[in-house]
């Protein structure tokens, strides 16, 4: 069974009408509503992130199929959307989530009866945009680090709840978005050792993040100042200084890392670098690469590798000493 795609909108009647009558003409299927498709996609995603850029994908590849009607949803007109995504010079990170969505969409029409399993296995094989090279991340010294968390100080509440946010970004490798979702109550003793119990990650994956003592301490005095005793331990704070509301968005903290950054010269920083440079410490203090995995959160071990930016030095490089230079140093 083929696919044919409802298309939406005022601007895709007239190409839904010719698929329409090209299909009547072909003795093929009425075009099927891809609707509860695009529900399952969305409903089998956690992360409200996730959903939205699903959604976006999705919506995008509806859009290329109206500009130039197509009878059939399979391996080849997808590929062709991947190499139009390729001509318009997306990034390889951009056209690859965009293929991801497409082929979620496929496996999910083909578990409703809309597409043969033939055909969602051909979009499936398609393949993504290759990346050559390896994007280079950015990682803090340690003495860096603590530059970054001593430029909040302690002597506001704002202040005081951004270093303990900037400690627990560090110190625990969290996403901004887990971080955002921590709850008081789930750092929790286990083992004679603080940890942020039972977190519920990208993904939906569970795991238990250890919480270091100098973390607990700064997220304790920031606690104690705003009398928060359950809930959300991150909150805003009103002009006046009061700790009001339940939470914020990770968007916030993006904006206080950047803060915080500005203040203490560290240009270009990204609320993701705290994480891997919590990775990278890890792993300089002797930390084992099966544990700083269970930190992180990561279903592949390779994930871990690239967090810790390993697999190129470049303090002692290896072509510092190879023994041509001039001088003879």
């Known amino acids: ?17 010719k698929i329409e009558e090209e299909a009547s003409s072909q ?18 995603l956690t992360s409200p992130s996730s959903q939205r850029s699903y959604d976006h994908a999705i919506r995008e590849f509806i859009d290329w199929y109206c500009s130039e009607p197509r009878l059939a949803f399979n391996k080849t007109v997808v590929t062709r959307y991947r190499i139009s995504l390729e ?8 056209i690859n989530l965009r293929l991801a969505a497409v082929r979620r969409l496929a496996y999910e029409a083909s578990d409703c009866g809309l597409l043969s399993p033939d055909l969602a296995a ?27 968390i001593d430029t909040f100080g302690t002597l506001t509440p704002k202040k005081r709840r951004n270093r303990a946010m900037i400690a627990v970004l560090i110190g625990c490798g969290l996403r901004r978005a887990e971080a955002a979702s921590l709850k008081l109550e789930d750092i929790q ?4 050792h603080w940890v942020i119990a039972d977190l519920n990650g990208k993904g939906g994956h569970i795991r238990t993040v250890p919480m270091p003592e100098w973390v607990k301490r700064s997220v304790d005095e920031w606690a104690a100042l705003a009398a928060i ?7 805003a704070i009103n ?91």
Not at 189 to 192: A, I, P, V, Y
Not at 229 to 235: E, I, N, Q, Y
């Open 239 to 329: 002009k006046a200084g009061r700790v009001w509301g339940n939470g914020f968005t990770p968007k916030v903290i993006w904006s206080i890392v950047k803060e915080g950054a500005v203040g203490c010269g560290l240009t270009g920083l990204a609320t993701h670098d705290l994480r891997r440079t919590c990775a990278r410490l890890c792993h300089q203090a002797g930390g084992e690469l099966e544990q700083i995995q269970f930190l992180l959160g990561h279903v592949s071990i390779e994930t871990t590798e690239r967090y810790l930016g390993c697999k190129q030095r470049f303090q002692n490089a290896v072509n510092d000493a190879i023994g041509l230079d001039p001088n003879g140093s």
């Open 122 to 148: 051909g979009i499936r094989r398609v393949k993504g945009a290759r990346r050559l090279g390896v994007r280079i991340g950015t990682w803090l010294t340690v003495e860096e680090s603590r530059r970054l």
């Open 87 to 94: 001509q318009r010079q997306y990034a390889p990170s951009t």
């Open 27 to 44: 003795n093929g299927p009425e075009a099927p509503d891809l609707e509860q498709s695009k529900s399952a996609v969305l409903n089998s």
């Open 1 to 17: 069974m083929t696919l044919l795609p409802r298309l939406e909108g005022g601007r895709c009647n007239g190409a839904k009408r």
């Open 229 to 235: 005793t359950s809930g959300p331990l991150f909150r």
């Open 189 to 192: 003793l286990r083992e004679g």
